[in-house]
Each structure stands twice: as C-alpha cells, then as structure tokens.
C-alpha cells in the first residue's frame, strides 16, 4: 500500500464541474489537472446555469491557488516533467497542471503512449489527450500510483482498457444502504399500550441509540405497528393526523393519507419547525400529490403561515433547453411541471367556476390570507380579469380550477437557473426530480431559503437521468444524509404504490 502523498490523482473535467470544491477534498496527495482540462472548463465558463458557474468557479480558485504561491515545477515527480506546473493547497496536498510532454516532445519512447495510439490514435479528441496525459504521469513517477478520476463510465472504460487505475469521485457519494429505509422499533405489551394512551413513549436508550432526530419509525408490538417520530433522548411521539383523518384544502378537496409512509409525510410538511424535507419513493407513491396539498393548506389556509409555494424540477435537457423555446418563462418552464399541473387539477378538481359568484369568492378569500400591501396588489389584478361568461376569442382557452393560484402569484413557477443569489422568505419551495440534482446544485437551493420557509426535496434515487449522477452521489440523497439528525431536518421514504397496479408494477419491475 503507499502512503498519502504517494498517489497521484488525475481529475477529468467532468470532477471539477460536478463539484468546484473536490480541489480541496483529497487530503495530502498530489492532484494533477491535464492542461487540455483547462481547455475544456473555458468552453463551459460561458454556459448558462450551474454548468458555467462551476466552470468559473474552478478557474477563480486555480488562479488564486497559484497567485498565491510560488509556481514551482515539482521536482518529486521525475525528470521528465519539466514542463509541469505545481504549487500548494490548504490541506498540504499539492496541485499541479500537467503539461504531456511525451505530446511535445512528439518522438518518445513509451510503451503505454504507444497502446493508445494503437487503440485510440485520435488524438485531436480532448478524452484521448486526457488520457495520455495519465499515461504520461504513470510512466514519469513509476513510485507512485496515478488514478484517473472520472464520473464519465465511457472514459472509466477506456481508461480500464489501457491498463490505467480508474476511480469515481467518491466524496458526495452515500454509504451502500442509502438511507436505510424505515426501521422499527420492538416494545412489549405494556408500552405499546402506553404508546396508544399517551400517544408518545420514552423508552431506553439503548433501544433508540440507532435513531436520528426526526426519524420516522415504526413501534410494533406483535403484529401490531404504529408509526411515530424519534424526538432524542429516547422519547418517541406519535403522528399529528391520526389514520384516516385527512386535511382539507381550502377551495379544493380533502386529502386522506393513504398508507402510514404517507402519514409521515403528512406529518413532517405540517409541522411548523422542520424546515427541510427530502423525499424519496418510487413512481405512484404520491409524493408530489401530498406535498402540493400540504403546502397549499398552509399557504391558503387562514392562518397563512407561508406567502406562496414556489415549485420547479431540474432541467435535464435531451432536445432543446429552455432557452431554445419560444414564449414567456413560464411557458418555457410548461413541459417541465407538467406533473404540478396534473396534480392542481387533481386538487381542485371540486372546483366549479361560476361568473360573478366566483370573482366574489376568490376576492373574500384573497381578503383572507393577505396582508394589507398584498391585499391591494391582488385585489386590483383580479379587477383587471374578465368574468367567465363574458365574451371571449373563440381561441381562448377555459380557465382552469387552479388558475386563480397563479393568477394572484400564490404558486409560483421558477427555474433552477436563476434561483442563484435569491433570498426566499415565507416560502414553501418544493423541487420535485431532485435525484437529478447535483449535491452542489443541493447546497445552492437550500442555502437560498431565508427565516420562515421550508424547502421539500422530492424524487426517485434509482431514475437519476443526469449523465454524471447515480443514486448514491446525487444532491437527494446527498443532502438527505448530510444533514439527517438535525433538529429542523426530517427523511421520509414512501415505498407503496397507490396510483396504479399498473404503474406500481411498472415503477418495481421494469
């Protein structure tokens, strides 16, 4: 085995876009940046959204690494690299730009460079440069080992192919059991009788000492079970909703938990002082139906603990990204959230539009929930919006159910792009799809919320469609580990199916 310091890792430009911040999670090794990496990352630091910052980013902190410090060629690292540039890091590792010169020198003996060209001689493709790159480090420093890190399973491959050490980046990735699922906890007769009076329970720490504040688990007595939330210190409470009592949504309908996972739900989106919720479950399971209501009942509700829901997913681009679509934000944004719409009408499927009876309504209702500064501002919009019944283009559409929600900026559509450098207050801020999140794009979303809001993280670990994420390194599950066992922090997994047989077939077994 070698000692730290005695390994070489090479980073592909993928690493460095995942997360801007690898540069200092390697401990005291040697971190080699390929010059042609360097190339790539200036084709990306004019992209829009998170793909660009990070590309800035990582140029931001090389140049302040190097400005201060005296670049140096590290002479460790063998003769042959003369034309490689080091300097320090913070955690006394060293980073250095490697520079191939087995390329420059162009008629070298090399008995890796020469299995590469043999089975990839391209060399004007960036992957095939990269690679020789790592060949060249392995033969200047045969004392040391070179790893190539990569999140690119194709470079991975070839990689492997050509005999190179070949590793993922390992940092944000979570431990094999994921999150564990729901664990039970096993009581006698008497406190599981206890349980039921009292509706919560302390038990001996050394049955809850696996338990994380705010875990939803199971107590079972025989083949009895009721679900309950860990509190710390041994202490157990049972759920707000009781089984089979459901919220009614105001203007919409009532909402029935279907199953316990769905209870516990329920239970952390009500409470007041959790406010970040990560989510994962299957297709059908309802994740985004409960969330939707919960959040509306809070938002629209009298006692109007929150101003708005804002909703959004990530955009994982297979054709054209929203830039390329015509029309509004909003418009843009349409094909995305499909999935909020068809659950609003869902909602508010109840919901009968009437002329003057209805704009009589909204405006009780707006009187209601707002302040005296929102109140005006909604009060004439809706003064401005032309009653049903009155004419219309034979082109316009009818109104939906829902609409009034977007009409007075209660729900609110926004774009991961540009939620950088927002501060969100009073707001419920839901992101359905959140397995396609990176763990840095995570940070970026949570960091946004200000004093009274609440941000719910949905999604299925095992449909992650990003090409550089897996269930386990994904910003879901990421931030679900990371912060689980904080006070205002809970984790919920939904594991039945109630949209369909059909649907839950397909989520289990296709």
């Given at each position: 085995?070698?000692?730290?310091?005695?390994k070489i890792f090479v980073l592909d430009t993928n690493v460095l876009l995942h997360d801007p911040q690898c540069l200092y999670k390697f401990e005291e090794n040697i971190l080699a940046i390929p010059v042609e990496?360097?190339?790539?990352l200036d084709r990306k630091k004019s992209a829009p959204g998170e793909l660009g910052y990070a590309a800035r980013s990582v140029h931001r902190d090389l140049r302040d690494l190097f400005d201060a410090d005296v670049v140096a060629v590290p002479m460790d690292l063998g003769d042959r690299c003369s034309s490689t540039l080091g300097c320090g890091l913070p955690n006394a590792g060293q980073l250095i730009v490697a520079i191939n010169d087995y390329i420059i020198d162009g008629d070298v003996e090399s008995e890796g460079l020469d299995r590469?060209?043999?089975i990839l001689p391209d060399l004007g493709k960036m992957d095939n440069r990269i690679l020789a790159s790592v060949i060249f480090l392995k033969e200047a420093n045969p004392k040391k080992r070179v790893i190539l890190v990569t999140k690119d399973a194709n470079m991975a491959l070839k990689g492997i192919a050509l005999g190179l050490e070949v590793e993922d980046y390992l940092?944000?990735?979570?431990?094999?059991?994921?999150?564990?699922?729901?664990k039970t906890v096993s009581v006698d007769d008497v406190d599981y009788e206890r349980f039921l009076d009292e509706h919560g329970i302390d038990l001996a720490l050394e049955l809850t000492q696996q338990l994380f504040i705010n875990e939803y688990v199971f107590i079972s007595n025989g083949k009895f079970k009721q679900p309950a939330r860990y509190r710390g210190d041994g202490?157990?409470?049972?759920?707000i909703l009781g089984e089979h009592v459901g919220i009614k949504i105001p203007k919409g309908i009532r909402i029935n938990p279907l199953n316990d996972d769905q209870r516990m739900l329920m239970d952390a989106l009500l409470d007041e002082d959790i406010k970040?919720?990560?989510?994962?479950g299957k297709a059908g399971t309802g994740k985004t139906l409960i969330s939707m209501a919960m959040a509306l009942y809070q938002t629209l509700g009298e006692d109007n603990l929150y101003e708005r829901v804002f909703i959004t997913r990530p955009l994982v681009h297979i054709g054209k990204d929203t830039g390329a679509l015509p029309g509004t934000l909003g418009e843009k944004m349409a094909p995305y959230i499909a999935p909020f719409f068809d659950n609003l009408e869902v909602l508010f499927s109840n919901r009968k539009l009437?002329?003057?009876?209805?704009?009589?309504?909204?405006?009780?209702?707006?009187?209601?929930?707002?302040?005296?500064?929102?109140?005006?501002?909604a009060l004439a919009k809706l003064a401005k919006m032309p009653l049903l019944g009155e004419d219309e283009d034979e082109d316009s559409k009818p109104r939906k159910p829902y609409q009034f929600l977007f009409d007075f900026d209660l729900v609110v559509v926004e774009a991961m792009t540009?939620?950088?450098?927002?501060?969100?207050a009073n707001t419920i801020f839901i992101i359905d799809e959140a397995q396609n999140l990176t763990p840095h794009e995570a940070k970026t979303v949570v960091s946004r919320m200000a004093e009274g809001s609440k941000v719910i993280l949905l999604g299925d670990p095992d449909q992650v469609d990003s090409m550089f994420l897996d269930a386990a390194s994904n910003g879901l599950v990421h931030t679900a580990q990371r912060l689980r066992g904080t006070d205002i922090t809970a984790h919920i997994e939904l594991s039945t199916g109630v949209r369909s047989a059909l649907a839950d077939l397909a989520a289990d077994l296709l």
């Amino acid at each position: 085995m070698y000692p730290n310091g005695d390994k070489i890792f090479v980073l592909d430009t993928n690493v460095l876009l995942h997360d801007p911040q690898c540069l200092y999670k390697f401990e005291e090794n040697i971190l080699a940046i390929p010059v042609e990496v360097l190339e790539e990352l200036d084709r990306k630091k004019s992209a829009p959204g998170e793909l660009g910052y990070a590309a800035r980013s990582v140029h931001r902190d090389l140049r302040d690494l190097f400005d201060a410090d005296v670049v140096a060629v590290p002479m460790d690292l063998g003769d042959r690299c003369s034309s490689t540039l080091g300097c320090g890091l913070p955690n006394a590792g060293q980073l250095i730009v490697a520079i191939n010169d087995y390329i420059i020198d162009g008629d070298v003996e090399s008995e890796g460079l020469d299995r590469l060209m043999a089975i990839l001689p391209d060399l004007g493709k960036m992957d095939n440069r990269i690679l020789a790159s790592v060949i060249f480090l392995k033969e200047a420093n045969p004392k040391k080992r070179v790893i190539l890190v990569t999140k690119d399973a194709n470079m991975a491959l070839k990689g492997i192919a050509l005999g190179l050490e070949v590793e993922d980046y390992l940092n944000d990735k979570v431990s094999d059991d994921k999150l564990g699922g729901i664990k039970t906890v096993s009581v006698d007769d008497v406190d599981y009788e206890r349980f039921l009076d009292e509706h919560g329970i302390d038990l001996a720490l050394e049955l809850t000492q696996q338990l994380f504040i705010n875990e939803y688990v199971f107590i079972s007595n025989g083949k009895f079970k009721q679900p309950a939330r860990y509190r710390g210190d041994g202490q157990l409470d049972g759920l707000i909703l009781g089984e089979h009592v459901g919220i009614k949504i105001p203007k919409g309908i009532r909402i029935n938990p279907l199953n316990d996972d769905q209870r516990m739900l329920m239970d952390a989106l009500l409470d007041e002082d959790i406010k970040l919720i990560t989510c994962c479950g299957k297709a059908g399971t309802g994740k985004t139906l409960i969330s939707m209501a919960m959040a509306l009942y809070q938002t629209l509700g009298e006692d109007n603990l929150y101003e708005r829901v804002f909703i959004t997913r990530p955009l994982v681009h297979i054709g054209k990204d929203t830039g390329a679509l015509p029309g509004t934000l909003g418009e843009k944004m349409a094909p995305y959230i499909a999935p909020f719409f068809d659950n609003l009408e869902v909602l508010f499927s109840n919901r009968k539009l009437s002329s003057q009876s209805q704009f009589e309504q909204d405006q009780a209702h707006i009187d209601k929930i707002t302040s005296n500064r929102k109140r005006k501002k909604a009060l004439a919009k809706l003064a401005k919006m032309p009653l049903l019944g009155e004419d219309e283009d034979e082109d316009s559409k009818p109104r939906k159910p829902y609409q009034f929600l977007f009409d007075f900026d209660l729900v609110v559509v926004e774009a991961m792009t540009f939620i950088r450098g927002r501060s969100l207050a009073n707001t419920i801020f839901i992101i359905d799809e959140a397995q396609n999140l990176t763990p840095h794009e995570a940070k970026t979303v949570v960091s946004r919320m200000a004093e009274g809001s609440k941000v719910i993280l949905l999604g299925d670990p095992d449909q992650v469609d990003s090409m550089f994420l897996d269930a386990a390194s994904n910003g879901l599950v990421h931030t679900a580990q990371r912060l689980r066992g904080t006070d205002i922090t809970a984790h919920i997994e939904l594991s039945t199916g109630v949209r369909s047989a059909l649907a839950d077939l397909a989520a289990d077994l296709l």
